[in-house]
């Protein structure tokens, strides 16, 4: 199986680094590293570097600069929800990564999931697909 490079962005790196660092230890604890590779970039360089890499996890203090940046970006960028930064598992992350990849479809620019336009207000500390399937068994209950 193919390994995912997933490139996480802030403004210089070094929030970004700590937490593709932390990300990269997470997965070998819960046995996923040869699925997925999380490397620290600074936004600023991602442009030039965006091949490298399937899609980008930007750090949400950066949303801003998403939103002014007028580039045309080929892979999927997604800003992080502040809450899900709290507690980052390998596994939520892998699974936003794949389910964004799924929903751009081979497409760039920025991407997220419905509800979550607004990441301050993203209240979830797990991966969207579980949020989503623990709001389903609630309304069944």
Known sequence: MKQHRIAVCCGEGFASG????????FAAQEGISDKVLFVRIPYPDLYAHQH???MAMILPHIEWKVKDDKKQYDIPLYVIPFKVMMKPRAADFVQDCADILSMANGKGGRFFFPGEENTQRVTRLCSYAQWMAEQMEKEEH
């Open 18 to 25: 700590f937490l593709a660092a932390h990300l990269n230890i």
């Open 52 to 54: 490298e890499f399937e």
